[in-house]
């Protein structure tokens, strides 16, 4: 296994025979989760038969943008730009283009700042919209190709965009009419359950990732759950946190003292709360990036309510080093950290962290990365997806579907008069 999972301290909080029990029922939810027939149509990710399609063609695409586009946009929000956004902003050393996000916010300046930066730039976009029904894409993509039609002929724009979408919708009419390569978004895959799909493959790929790295993790993970249903990290996971939940822990941290996983947290965020929080139930995830947030957050986590779960997320090897060196002469007073590396500060920090916050009375769950890589995200977007899936499953909701989210797309479509102007 190559991430870890470090759980004995709930028993402080919880007893170990409701944990024990809970780990089984866990388990069992699993097996029938991942064998059972995909009637409803949300089970795609469980396979890569039916999630990674397209593979040859989207890396023959992924490698004209590498070698042609100065910058690469990708254009969506939510399950649809996080997975990828996550891996982009975290993996190191990757060679490709300046990444551009957009089709994720509703701001003028934020728009107008990215359009300028493209200015005199060779560009391509990709439009990722499960149905492209939503707003923030669907505008975003409007605006993007007005920006190019002033800049590239018809043949160009055919070469330069890319759209994601589900069979059947209106992108891929829009590509067919334009010429443009339409990608699948497969029907039985969900936003937040789309990192294995083309929604993740082609941006990551284009972006200089590795794609076949990060596909052999998630096939590790994916035969793990298989094979070990009663141990597999996922499972450990999703039964610690949800036994944590029956006992008033309804608040969860995922934190690291890593900052390029900001991003990667922010995923997380998204499948647990939009998978959960529903039915007056679920634990609210919160996310925090140590040592900066441990001076604002660090005093909440530390002697606040205590109905909070930490998660922490390490890494084992950070593959880059900077040693202080000794400055006796200048008198700062930080001789102690004379010939140290700053992975030995930090390790030392998180550790500290770990002890005080137990001792506080914060229930710690710790998983081991043993490095940031696209492996090693293939791996943990499989497990988190498993145990979103089994711990929602244990709180008796539907981890897959998401109406709360239409509640407000309701009044905003009302306002800005959708539908009165349609013909
Ligand atoms: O998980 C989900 O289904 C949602 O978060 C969607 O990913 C998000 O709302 C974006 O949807 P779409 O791709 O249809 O624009």
Known sequence: MSIGIEINHITDYVSKNAWEENERIASEILSRLLEKEDREQVLGWRTLETSAVQLDVLKAKAEEVRNHGDVFVIVGVGGSNQAARAMIEAVAGRKGPEIIYLGNTLSPCYISHMLERMEGKSVYINVIAKNFETLEPGSHFRILRQWMKKRYSKAEMAERIILTGTPGSRLEE???????????????????????????????????????????????????????????????????????????????MLVSFEPQYAFLTKWWVQLFGESEGKEKKG????????????????????????????????????????????????????????????????????KATWEAHGDGGVPCIRLIVNEISEESFGELFYYFMAACAVSGTLMGVNPFDQEGVEEY????????????QQG
């Open 283 to 350: 634990i609210f995830p919160a996310a925090a990036i140590y040592s900066e947030d441990l001076h604002s957050m660090g005093q909440y986590m530390q002697e606040g309510r205590r109905n909070l779960l930490e998660t922490f997320l390490s890494v084992k090897d950070p593959k880059a080093s900077a040693v202080i060196e000794p400055d006796r002469e200048f008198g700062d007073a930080f001789d102690y950290l004379d010939g140290m590396d700053f992975d030995q500060i930090n390790k030392a920090a998180e």
């Open 409 to 420: 797309k309701r009044s905003m479509f009302a306002a800005l008069g959708k539908g009165k």
């Open 174 to 252: 829009i590509a067919e009419e334009n010429g443009y390569l339409f990608l699948q978004f497969p029907a039985s895959v969900g936003g937040r359950y789309s990192a294995f799909s083309p929604v993740c493959l082609f941006p990551i790929t284009a972006a200089g990732l590795d794609v076949d790295a990060f596909l052999a993790g998630v096939r590790y993970a994916m035969e793990d759950c298989r094979n070990n249903p009663a141990t597999n990290p996922a499972v450990k996971y999703g039964a610690a946190r949800n036994i944590l939940y029956q006992n008033g822990y309804d608040i969860e």
